[in-house]
C-alpha cells in the first residue's frame, strides 16, 4: 500500500468540508502524521471551521500534547476516541455547582406534585424536553421595551402608542433601522405579558407538540418536561392548567428565568464576594441556562438514559444544548429538533441534529455537522401571523382632545 503524506490524507477529509471525529482518528494512524504531528495540526488549523465539535476537541487535545512535548501521547489519543476528553463549552463555569442544580431539580419537581418515588436514578431511560412558545404554543403574546433608566416604556414615535413587539428580534431590528437617532441600548425587554395565566389558557397549542407528550405520558419509562425562557414562576400552574386540559400529565415545568430555578438550579449570576460591584464572573444567556436546566435534569435521573428529544423553535436554544449535552452524556442518543413555522398558523417539526456514538453530531442528512455548518443554521420560518383583531398595526388617526 502506498504510503500516504500528510496533504493528501488533509484534501481527503476536506473534500466535502466536513471533518468528523472518526477521519481525524484514522488521519492519526498515518506513518507520516506519526512522524510529524505537527505537520498535520499546521495543514488543519486553517480549516477548523470544518471539523465538527467532537472532533475540534480531539484537535485541541492534539495541539496541547504537540505543545506539551508528548507528541506520540497526543496521536494516539487522537487516533482512539476513548482516549480524548470533550471539551465543555468556554460558557459554562468550571466550578458550576451540579450537585445543588440536581438538589434543586428533585425539591422543583416535588414541590409540582411529582411524587419522590418516580424521580431519581433509574426511574426512567427516555425523556421529552420542549420549549413553550412556537413550539408548544401558537403564540402572539407581545413584549415590551422598557427604560434601564426611567421605567418608562417605549412609544413609538410615529403615533405616540405603546409599542408591542412579537417577534421580538425581527422587531427591534426594525425599530432600530426607523429610528437610527434612539439609543436602544438604554431599553431592556419586559416579558410581563408572558407571565400572564389567562393569556396562556387562550393561546391555541401546537398539536403535533402536544402528541408527543402524550405518547411520552403513556410510557413509564418516559419523562417529559417543559424547558422555556419564561421568568415568572406563576407560568409553573398555568402550563400545568394548559396541559391537563390537553391531556397531558406534565412531569414539570422549568421557566428558566424565573426565580425557583435561578435560585434552585444555581443559574444566578456568579458575584465576587469580596468585589460585589464588579462584573458577574459568569453569566449565563436564557439558551445556555436552558441547556443547563437539562444537564441538571439528565442527572437527576441518572444521567445513563438511552435517549432524549428536545424540542424549541429559536436557533441559540438548539445550538446552546447541541454544545453542551452530548459532550456531557456522550453514551445517550440526542435528536435535537426545530420546530418551523411552515404558513397558515401550521408548524413542522424537522430534525435539526442528532448524537452518534461518543456525542458526534450529525446533520438531518446523516452528515458530520461542522462547526461552521452549526453557526450557519438557520430555520426556515415563514412569518408567524398576527392577530390584527387583537393588534392591529394601523391605528387611526385621532385629533387629540382640546
Not at 404554543?137 to 409599542?163: I, Q, S, W
Not at 458577574?280 to 439558551?287: Q, T
Not at 446552546?320 to 413555522?341: G, R, S, W, Y
Request: net charge negative; charged share 25%.
Amino acid at each position: 500500500m502506498p504510503r500516504i503524506s500528510i496533504d493528501a490524507a488533509v484534501s481527503r477529509i476536506t473534500a466535502d468540508a466536513v471533518i468528523s471525529r472518526k477521519e481525524l482518528a484514522d488521519t492519526a494512524e498515518l506513518a507520516d502524521v506519526k512522524a510529524d504531528p505537527q505537520g498535520l495540526i499546521d495543514k488543519l488549523t486553517p480549516v477548523a471551521g470544518q471539523m465538527t465539535d467532537r472532533a475540534r476537541d480531539a484537535f485541541e487535545g492534539l495541539k496541547t500534547g504537540v505543545a506539551a512535548g508528548n507528541s506520540a501521547a497526543a496521536v494516539d489519543a487522537l487516533a482512539k476516541e476513548s482516549l480524548d476528553q470533550p471539551k465543555m463549552p468556554a460558557w459554562l463555569p468550571a466550578n458550576f455547582d451540579w450537585a445543588k442544580a440536581q438538589a434543586g431539580v428533585t425539591s422543583m419537581l416535588t414541590t409540582q406534585g411529582e411524587p419522590a418515588a418516580s424521580i431519581g436514578a433509574g426511574k426512567a431511560d427516555k425523556i421529552v424536553f420542549t420549549d413553550v412558545d412556537l413550539t408548544m404554543l401558537k403564540t402572539d403574546t407581545p413584549t415590551l421595551l422598557k427604560n434601564k433608566t426611567t421605567g418608562a416604556y417605549f412609544h413609538d414615535p410615529a403615533n405616540g402608542k405603546l409599542k408591542l413587539l412579537f417577534d421580538f428580534g425581527a422587531d427591534l431590528a426594525a425599530l432600530k433601522a426607523k429610528y437610527p437617532q434612539i439609543n436602544f441600548d438604554d431599553y431592556a425587554p419586559d416579558f410581563r405579558e408572558f407571565g400572564s395565566v389567562t393569556e396562556l389558557l387562550r393561546t391555541n397549542v401546537i398539536p403535533e407538540d402536544i402528541r408527543l407528550l402524550k405518547k411520552s405520558d403513556a410510557d413509564p419509562r418516559s419523562r417529559d418536561f417543559v424547558i422555556t425562557a419564561r421568568s415568572d414562576d406563576i407560568v409553573i400552574d398555568g402550563l400545568d392548567l394548559l396541559l391537563t386540559e390537553k391531556g397531558v400529565d406534565i412531569n414539570g415545568v422549568f421557566p428558566v428565568n424565573g426565580p425557583a430555578a435561578t435560585n434552585g438550579l444555581g443559574l444566578a449570576a456568579a458575584v465576587d464576594p469580596n468585589n460585589p460591584t464588579a462584573p458577574p464572573a459568569w453569566k449565563l444567556s436564557s439558551a445556555q441556562r436552558k441547556a443547563v436546566a437539562m444537564a441538571a435534569i439528565m442527572q437527576t435521573y441518572g444521567g445513563d438514559l438511552k435517549s432524549v428529544k428536545f424540542l424549541d423553535d429559536t436557533d441559540d436554544n438548539l445550538r446552546a444544548a447541541m454544545e453542551l449535552l452530548p459532550k456531557m452524556f456522550p453514551q445517550t442518543k440526542f435528536e435535537f429538533v426545530d420546530i418551523e413555522h411552515v404558513g397558515n398558523k401550521k408548524f413542522k417539526q424537522r430534525l435539526m441534529a442528532f448524537s452518534g456514538a461518543g456525542g458526534e453530531l450529525f446533520d438531518r442528512d446523516r452528515k458530520p455537522f461542522s462547526l461552521d455548518a452549526v453557526r450557519a443554521y438557520k430555520a426556515n420560518d415563514v412569518p408567524f401571523p398576527r392577530d390584527p383583531r387583537l393588534f392591529p398595526t394601523n391605528l387611526p388617526a385621532i385629533a387629540p382632545n382640546p
